[in-house]
DNA sequence: CATGAATGAGCGTTCATTCAT
DNA sequence: CATGAATGAACGCTCATTCAT
C-alpha cells in the first residue's frame, strides 16, 4: 500500500497534498472507467486550453466531463494528479509519434521527421502544449514520467550519433535542439500561425543550422566562424 | 464600475486609468508614489520567483512591500496591473540593455552582443523570467506594451539588415532568432545552469545556423555543403 | 510580524493546519475586534450546545455571528482555533469564579464553595461544558492553557493540604476530586437536572466521602472499613 | 422512505426495520450474517480507538471490515446505526461481566466485585469508552437500549438495598455511584494510566465514601467526626 | 444478496476587492 | 491619501448514501 517514490518533493507542496502517493487511486481496468478517465483528460484539456488556467477548478472539469466532483476524486486522488495525468497522455502521444517518425528513416532523414511531428503535434493544440510545459515544471513528477521527456531526447540523440555527432556531445546538442524547436514551435503557437508547411522549414533550418555550426566549433580544421 | 466623483478628474490621476483614457498613462511622478510603486513591484517579483505563482497574492505582495493592502489598490486597479507592470518593467530593463548593447557596434557583432545581454538577463532572474512570459500569454497587454516586445524585434532587425538580410525576410527571421534564444535560455534556467560561458556560444550557434541555413535558402546559387 | 510560538505541535494535526501558529491572527485590541471575536465565541457556543458538533460548521458559526466567513477566519486560523478560544474563555471563566469562591474560606469550607461553583456552572450550560471538554481532548492546547486545567487542581491542592493531607497525596487526590465532581455534575446535565440544591449536598458526600476515606487508608492506627 | 416492496415482508427482515416496527428487532441469525456484522462492529470500534473520530467513516469500516460498501448498507441503514450497535454491544458486554460478578457475592463485596469490572473494562480501552459515552449522549438509543443502562444500576439497586439503604434513595444513589465511578475511570483512561490495582482503591473509597456520607444525612442521630 | 462506481451537498479555507475610518 | 477589517464567491476535497450490475 506504500509504494512511495523516494523523490523528495522539492518545494511548495501542493495545497492540500497527503501522504498518499498521487497516483491514480483507480487503475482504470474497466471499460467504463477508461471512459471516465478519458472523459475528464479531454475535459481538462478543454478548459486549460479555451479557458486557461483560471478556469480549471476540479469543479468545471467534472462537470464539463459529465461526471460528478465525487466521481472525478475516485480517480485522481487531487487536482494535480488530473494535471500530471494529462501531461502523462499527451507526452505519451508525441513520444508515439516521435517514436515512429523516427523508426522510418535515419539520421537527418529522421530529425527532419521529428521535426514535422513537433510542429504538427504543436500547432494543433497550441496554447494546451504551453500551459502543461508550465504546469509540467511546477509538478513533482514520477520518475518514469520525468525519464519521459529523456525519452524523446534519447530518440534525437541516437539521430545524431547516426549523423556522427560524438556520443560525448550529443546528449547536450539534442537537448538544445528541443529546446530550440520548442521555442520556435511555442510562439508560432501564441501567434496562432497554423502553416505547418510554413513553419516547418525554419525550425530545420534552426535545428540543422545550429548542429552545423556546432561541429564546426567541435571539429577544428575548418575555416572562419 | 468606479464609484468616483466626475469631479476633479482633471490632473494627477493617482489611479491607474481603467477605461482606455488614452491621456495619461505614464505612472505617479510623485516621489512618494514612484517609491511605493517600486516597493510593490519588488515584492511582486520577489514572491513569484521565491515561492511561486501560487503564492503570489495581493494581500502577500502588499505585505512585504511594507504597505497596506488599500494602497496597493490606490497604483493598481486589479492584480493583473501589478503583474502587467511588472512584466513592463522587466521588459523595459531588457530592452534598455539590449539598445546599449546594439548601440556599440554592428550586424554580427551586435547580433552577438544582444545574446550575450538576453542570456545575462535570464540566467539572474531564470524563474522570474519564465513566469512573466507566462502570464504575459495570459494577459491582455496595453498597445504600446505589446509593441515593446517589437522594439526588441527591431533591434533584430536592423542587426540583420546591416548582416545582409533582405528587408522583407527580417522580420520573421528576426522573430524566429527571438524564440530560438527564448527556448535556449528558458530551459537553461529550468535546469539551473548558471554558467553564460557555456549557454552563449551555444545559442550564438543556433542563431547564426539558423540564419546562415535561411541566407542559402533564400538566395540559391551558393551553396556549399 | 510573525510571532511565532515555540510550542510544537503535539499530535494528530488538524486536518488543514498550516505551520502557522494556531493563534488568533489578530490580537482583538479594538473595540471592534473584541465584539466580533465575541460574537464568534458566543456563536460557537450557542450552536455546539444547541445542536450539536455536526452542525458546528465554520460557515455557521459566522452566519450566526452575524459576520462573513471571512471575517472569522481573520481571527482564527483555523476551525480548531475558534474550538480551543472557546475551550479557554469558558474555562477562564470558571478558574476565576473557582478562584473568588476559594479566596474567601479556607480548607473544608473552600472546598465547599468551589464545588457550589462547579455545579452551578455546569448546570447552567450542561451540554457545551461536556462537548468542550470531549474537543479538549482531541485537541493540542498551548501550553499555558493546558496549564490552566491544573490551575483548578492547584486550588484544591491548596485546601486540601489546610485540610490536612500530605502534600504527596494532595495532587493525586485533587485529581480525583475533580474526576468525581466533574462525573456526577455531567451526568446530572445530561439528565437536563436543573436543581442545584439538589445536587450540591451529593457531590460534597462523594468528596468529602472520599477524603475521609483516603485518609482512614494513608493514616494507620485507625480500624476495619 | 424505504423503497421496498410490500410483499414478503413476514419473514427474516435483513435490513434493520428503520420505522419502529416492535417485532423482531434481532440481528441477522444466520451465521454468515453474524460473521459480517462482527466483522463490521470490530472495524468500527478499531477506527474508532485507534484513529479517531474523524477517521471513522462508513467507508473505512466497510475497508477495514472486508466487506463492501454496499453490504455494510444491508446490515445497518445509517452510520449512526453503526455507532449504535457498537454501543449496544459493548453495553451489552460489559452488563454481562458485571452481573456474573455481582451474581458471585453480596452487598458491600458486589459493589467493590462490580468497580473491578467496570475499571477493568474501561483501563482496557480507554478512548473507546470515553468516545462512545459522547456518542450514546448524541445518539437517540432504541428503548430497550436506554434501558440496558438502567440494568446496570438496577444491579446497584440491589446491593444499595443489601447494604441498608433504604429503596427510596437506592436508585438516586446507584445513579450517583455510577457517574461517580464513570467520572474517575475516564479520567484514568484519558491519562493513560493503566495500573488497575491502583485505581481500583480510589474508585472504592469515593464510592463508599459517598454512600457513607449519604446514609449519615438520611439517617441522623449517629454522627461521628 | 454482494459489489463498488457514482453522486452531490456541504465542509474548511482563500483571496481579490471594497470602503468606513 | 493610507489603512486594514470586512466581504463572499469560489475553490479543493470528503463522505454518507444509492443503485445498476
Redesign the pocket.
Known sequence: MSHRSPSLLAFPM???A?DASSQPR?KPLQA??IV?VTAILDAAAHILESAGPSA?????VAERAG?????L??YF???DAVTRALIERESRALFADLSHAVSKAHGAEALRAMIAVAVHHQLRRPLLGRILDFEEARLPMHHDMAAAGNDARDLIVRCLGEMGVESGDAVQQAGDVMSIARGMVDRAGQRSEIDEAALRPRVEAAVFGYLREMSRIRSPGDERN
Not at 56 to 60: D, E, G, M, P, W
Request: proline share 9%; no cysteine.
Open positions: 501542493p495545497k492540500h497527503r483507480k467504463r472507467s471516465t480549471y477548478s476540479t469543479n468545471a461526471v460528478s466532483i465525487g466521481s476524486y475516485q486522488p487531487t487536482k
